[in-house]
């Protein structure tokens, strides 16, 4: 998959680059798309309940309810409908997006198989809480909805008789399906919040918040949306008379269209193989993954430093198993393990220092040992016939390369993770001159390959977060880049300006740090203010566009303009194929004594056999079986017909008994259709066919 | 150089601290010992503290992790004070590495301060704070 991975890790890191120097690493928001859609979650949540309070579930209220809390009170009920639609496509749009992102960076293979599942589902779920929302409003597009959704669902074989049945007419519109629709757009968000809350178990520290000024901004952007373009609904839904044309909300139902054109079965097969194919990339190829990391209980007391900062929840801590006098062990779940090393950081036992015993820490990845690690510090720092280098860089595998630069001779320790490096391992290089300076060289700043490397170092660096870099080691001889492999030029300029900075430090180290604990930083080329500012809300003004352009439009064309609608639908019971027969005493004695009965009635029924004619020409003609697993239900049919308008002569006829020829019941009418009028063809068995 | 020795009223009653308490005042001795050995190999004394440097990190670490999970109110205190003597490790393991001594005094001091000072106030709150700890 490399092929497709590549050229579209390139186009993230370029715009992620742009928006870093827009928005700043930290708030950028392509790097906290996860923690974005939680957010738009809530504001859907919240405006969903101020609308629920004012709306009105019934069928034939449903649409005015919801045009006076548009229009009546604008001000409030216009803003949160507009918020709970324009925030509800956001939500697609930043799904679709962290899907993308997530597979061009690589990350759903390995363990993050699980994040990727529980992802893929939660789409699912997003659509069904759209397209349930969709309906409620009962408008022109809830009809479409409303038909089209009935149709996909009624070539799933589970249904006694087609869900379409519902939508035949408005006389015949069921109050009580409209209100199930109203319990599962309900119901599925609360499950959707079950499964958000699932796909994220495996990462410790969760980001399920975008940072402050994010969550401002993006609500004040839904506001000035809401007013500016304020969310509506289309005509009312009326079911005897169709629209020619409807306006669709093309992030939550572009697949419909094909339900017409494809056909429902068509369509499942390729929604499903869809879901298949993305269900399948974690294993395609499947990862090759490093060995995880091990615990060495002589040197684990149970502190739990590494449980706390482990990114993917690999480590628990369980009771002591080696009869110590500890109480409590770390333990390695390796499924989970990424083998990041950055438990090796925070384990205050993985310290150069220790000499008298060997260099084992109480835990430790056994294909880059903490051992190995000194030993290639002190062979790089012992330095060549200059002398030591004047930078030894720690490089994380997944930043930018690390390479000399005129005037800095830099030697390069390759690391899984920068958060690997323990901080006595800085202490020990930088107070006994093993080099000039220390390197930390990472990947993307707003976006670590291993999640939170890059936050833990900079915390032990800042002697914000166990295990602290002491004091004593001048942060002006630590530095942090942070470059993903395409920012090249970033890290190359990081190194260079480091190596100027080093270069005018007084050669006398000082003993302890006297002020700021923060490391040395190239200074980040950011653009003036008021651009920033501007770009910023041309960002927003551009999404904004994105999302009311294809919130309602365009508009897909239904029918012709000349064109009426024949609806063919009943729901049958076919006679039975015998009739009940008393049965004798003797047979009545050899059923089971819970078995006997009277009479025998076997249950099944006669298919029902149906023919439509048009002016004389037959347009449909199908036999149609009983329902249920005893062929005893009913045949029900659901067919739509385009017809020209103007009149039409009718016949219809039907057949549910033995007879193999003939019919039981025909009806013929003539009726004069308007344009987009709809026309069922009903039957009854009481009163035969009907032509409404 | 007169070792230290473990005293019924340094323990806390939290077992494993008091059992790397024990384990830890081994170390210390065997680093007291090498230091106060004028005829020893003065490079086993900088091995010796750094191993208890290691130690005694992870040894605060574990500390940090009860006192942090059982939400005592003198945390910050008491994490002050480990990061103050970690400090003074390092200084005297930096000078026994320029110098290479003598730093025997003022390691067992400052050793002697921590275990005696350390255990009748901090040590001894936290056990009487915590019940059951």
């Given at each position: 998959m490399n092929w497709l991975k590549r050229p579209l890790r390139a186009i993230f890191d370029r715009v992620e680059s742009m928006l870093d120097a827009v928005f700043g690493a930290q708030h950028n928001p392509l790097a906290q798309l996860g923690a974005l859609g939680w957010y738009l979650f809530w504001l859907i949540t919240a405006s969903g309940i101020y609308l629920f309070v004012f709306f009105d579930t019934g069928v034939t209220q449903a649409y005015e309810s919801i045009e006076s809390i548009s229009r009546d009170q604008w001000w409030a009920g216009g803003i949160m409908r507009s918020i709970h639609r324009y925030a509800s496509d956001a939500l697609v749009l930043v799904a679709f997006v962290h899907l993308l992102r997530e597979f061009a960076l690589d990350r759903m293979r390995g363990v993050r198989w699980f994040a990727w599942i529980t992802g893929l589902l939660l789409v699912g779920f997003i659509y069904v809480c759209g397209i349930t929302g969709y309906w409620m409003v009962w408008d022109q597009l809830a009809q479409y909805v409303a038909l089209t959704t009935s149709r996909w669902l009624d070539v799933i074989p589970i249904f006694a008789e087609p869900i379409s049945r519902n939508f035949l007419s408005n006389t015949e519109l069921s109050g009580r399906f409209f209100t199930l629709m109203v319990y599962i757009h309900i119901a599925a968000p609360l499950l959707m919040l079950l499964f958000m809350w699932v796909h994220i178990q495996r990462y410790n520290h969760a980001r399920v918040n975008p940072t402050r000024p994010l969550m401002i901004a993006t609500t004040v952007a839904f506001v000035a949306l809401s007013l500016l373009m304020p969310a509506l609904s289309q005509a009312p839904a009326n079911l005897d008379q169709l629209a020619a044309s409807v306006g669709l909300d093309w992030f939550y139902?572009?697949?419909?269209?094909l339900v017409d054109t494809l056909g429902g079965v068509t369509l499942w097969g390729l929604v499903i193989g869809i879901f298949v194919v993305f269900a399948a990339l974690p294993w395609v190829p499947p990862l090759r993954r490093a060995q995880p990391a091990v615990v060495h209980l002589d040197n684990c007391n149970g502190c739990a430093r590494c449980f706390a900062d482990c990114p993917f929840s690999a480590i628990t801590m369980q009771p002591r198993s080696d009869g110590s006098g500890f109480t409590e062990e770390a333990v390695v779940d390796p499924d989970l393990c990424v083998s990041c090393g950055i438990c090796v950081g925070a384990c205050?036992?993985?310290?150069?220092?220790?000499?008298?015993?060997?260099?084992?820490?109480g835990i430790e990845l056994p294909e880059s040992s903490i051992a190995d690690l000194r030993e290639r510090v002190e062979k790089l720092c012992a330095g060549g016939p200059g002398g030591p280098p004047r930078i030894l860089a720690f490089r994380c595998a997944h930043g930018a390369a690390v390479e000399s630069v005129p005037g800095a001779d830099v030697a390069v320790i390759d690391v899984p993770c920068t958060g690997m490096v323990p901080p006595s391992f800085l202490d020990l290089i930088v107070t006994r001159r093993m080099a000039a300076g220390v390197l930390l060289a990472g990947c993307r700043e707003s976006e670590c390959h291993q999640r939170l490397g890059v936050r833990w170092t900079e915390a032990r660096v800042a002697a914000e977060r166990d295990p602290y870099l002491r004091d004593?080691?001048?942060?002006?001889r630590v530095a942090v880049s942070w470059a993903s492999p395409a920012q090249k030029s970033v890290r190359a300029r990081a190194i260079r300006n480091f190596a100027t900075a080093l270069a005018g430090?007084?050669?006398?180290?000082?003993r302890s740090a006297t002020g700021s604990h923060a490391p040395w930083r190239d200074a980040a080329r950011r653009l003036a203010r008021p651009l920033r500012w501007a770009i910023q809300l041309l960002v927003a003004v551009g999404i904004g566009t994105l999302i009311v352009r294809y919130s309602d439009s365009p508009a897909i064309t239904?029918?012709?303009?000349?064109e009426a609608i024949v609806t063919l639908s009943f729901s049958h019971a076919g006679r039975l194929k015998e009739e009940c027969r008393k049965l004798t005493p003797e047979e009545i004695a050899r059923l089971e004594p819970n078995m006997r009965r009277p009479r025998d009635c076997p249950r099944a029924r006669w298919p029902v056999y149906v023919e439509l004619e048009l002016n004389g020409k037959l347009v449909y003609r199908g036999e149609h079986l009983p329902a249920g697993i005893w062929d005893d239900g009913p045949s029900s049919l659901f067919e739509r017909f385009a017809v020209p308008a103007g009149a039409q002569h009718l016949t219809a006829r039907l057949r549910d008994s033995?007879?193999?020829?003939?019919?039981d019941f025909s009806n013929t009418a003539t009726v004069e259709l308007v344009p987009g009028q709809s026309l069922v063809v009903g039957f009854r068995a009481s009163d035969g066919f009907s032509f409404r | 150089m007169a070792s230290v020795e473990w005293r019924p009223e340094f323990a806390t009653g939290i077992a494993d601290v008091d059992h790397e308490h024990r384990e830890l005042i081994g170390w210390i001795n065997q680093t007291l010992a090498a230091a106060g050995d004028t005829a020893g190999d003065p490079g086993k004394v900088g091995d010796l503290l750094g191993e208890v440097f290691a130690r005694i990190s992870a040894h605060f670490a574990l500390e940090e992790h009860i006192m942090s999970a059982r939400r005592y109110d003198q945390f910050a205190e008491h994490k002050r004070d480990h990061e103050h003597l970690l400090d003074d490790i390092r200084d005297i393991m930096d000078d026994v590495e320029a110098a290479g001594g003598p730093v025997e005094e003022r390691f067992s001091a400052r050793l002697s301060e921590w275990f005696g000072a350390q255990f009748r106030t901090h040590d001894a709150r936290f056990h009487q704070r915590m019940p059951g700890a």
């Open positions: 139902i572009p697949l419909y269209p205050p036992t993985a310290t150069p220092f220790r000499r008298a015993t060997a260099l084992v820490p004593r080691v001048p942060r002006d430090l007084d050669p006398a180290l000082p239904l029918r012709g303009a000349d033995e007879r193999d020829s003939g019919f | -």
